[in-house]
């Protein structure tokens, strides 16, 4: 049997979802619940800036439908982005190490920390069976040239059982044989490579589309848009991921995670594509041409959603 594929947005309280997509006057409070109503999944992009607190995760689990999956965005020291200490829970500060700047120094005793207070952070979504996989969304700077994938191997024992979906961000790691070898050491750590659709440029922070399924328990692919001259120049979200995704272009990614579903128990597409509302429209429009029921049309209101 195939594998079920899961579509989804990279959060659900984007500026722009807020502006163009939720309905006007909304209630923060009230939007997981509306955004459950129509996708199945969803990426936890706060969770990148700040471990949460386990009560506002409890919450997150009480209003979305059994079934609901979150995957959780590890918080950016993990994912060798620049971070504050300030960034970092308050009992942790004390043991970083801190350069002139004020970023901190990632060291095996605060990855341990900080993998140990996301574990705790999610229990509530584990404990419900809300909880997908990890993303670690590597930064750029995580070279071959620089760095090795060893590097990620505590991290992903710490958070295991549960599957941690490696996204790199350096092309070079697809050069050559080089991607034969990362594959090869994802599947033997048990973590699932992150495939992308991207803009066609050969820029080394574009990735090409390369699809693979190294964990049988999740494949995941990721939809940034296909803005070349936005996602190297833009300074913002909206710049740099705006694109609207024709029906022939997600056609293509809907051909990629039926392939991949052939494989993986679970397939998760993620839209990246962050501009105003093209990521839900887009996962919305994914979800009918994969035969999936995509929920209420945009424009319900809650008091239309009660009366159906």
């Known amino acids: 049997m195939a594998?079920?594929?899961?579509?989804?947005?990279?959060?659900?309280a984007d500026p722009g979802f807020v502006a163009e997509w939720y309905p006007k006057g909304m209630?923060?409070?009230?939007?997981?619940?509306?955004?459950?109503?129509?996708f199945e999944a969803v990426e936890v992009n706060s969770t990148f800036y700040a471990v949460p607190d386990a009560a506002t995760v409890a919450r997150w689990a009480q209003v979305t439908p059994d079934g609901f999956t979150f995957h959780v965005k590890l918080h950016r020291l993990l994912s060798r982005h620049s971070a504050p200490a300030e960034s970092l829970p308050p009992e942790i500060r004390p043991r970083a190490d801190v350069d002139g700047r004020g970023r901190v120094r990632l060291d095996p005793g605060v990855e341990e920390a900080m993998a140990a207070a996301t574990?705790?952070?999610?229990?509530?979504?584990?404990?419900?069976?809300?909880?997908?996989?990890?993303?670690l969304q590597l930064s750029p700077?995580?070279?071959?040239?620089?760095?090795?994938?060893?590097?990620l191997d505590p991290l992903i024992e710490r958070l295991a059982p549960h599957p941690v979906a490696v996204e790199l961000r350096n092309r070079?790691?697809?050069?050559?044989?080089?991607?034969?070898?990362?594959?090869?050491?994802?599947?033997d750590r048990g973590a699932a490579w992150v495939g992308v659709d991207a803009p066609r440029?050969?820029?080394?922070?574009?990735?090409?589309?390369?699809?693979?399924?190294?964990?049988?328990?999740?494949?995941?692919?990721?939809?940034?848009?296909?803005?070349?001259?936005?996602?190297?120049?833009?300074r913002t979200v909206a710049e740099r991921f705006g694109w609207r995704y024709s029906d022939d272009e997600l056609e293509e990614i809907a051909g990629r995670a039926r392939e991949l579903a052939g494989t993986a128990a679970l397939v998760n597409v993620a839209f990246n594509n962050n501009?105003?509302?093209?990521?839900?429209?887009?996962?919305?429009?994914?979800?009918?041409?994969?035969?999936?029921?995509p929920g209420p049309p945009p424009g319900a209101s809650a008091g239309q959603l009660s009366l159906g």
């Open 3 to 12: 594998g079920r594929i899961l579509v989804g947005t990279s959060s659900w």
């Open 27 to 38: 209630a923060a409070r009230d939007r997981l619940a509306w955004y459950a109503e129509r």
């Open 119 to 135: 574990l705790e952070a999610t229990a509530p979504l584990r404990e419900a069976g809300k909880l997908g996989a990890f993303l």
């Open 141 to 151: 700077a995580f070279s071959p040239k620089a760095h090795r994938l060893q590097e």
């Open 172 to 187: 070079n790691w697809t050069a050559d044989e080089r991607i034969r070898d990362v594959l090869d050491h994802l599947a």
């Open 201 to 234: 440029a050969e820029h080394f922070t574009i990735m090409p589309p390369i699809d693979a399924v190294t964990d049988p328990r999740i494949a995941y692919l990721r939809a940034h848009g296909r803005n070349a001259e936005g996602y190297l120049k833009g």
């Open 275 to 293: 501009r105003g509302a093209d990521a839900p429209a887009s996962a919305r429009r994914m979800r009918e041409l994969l035969g999936q029921d």
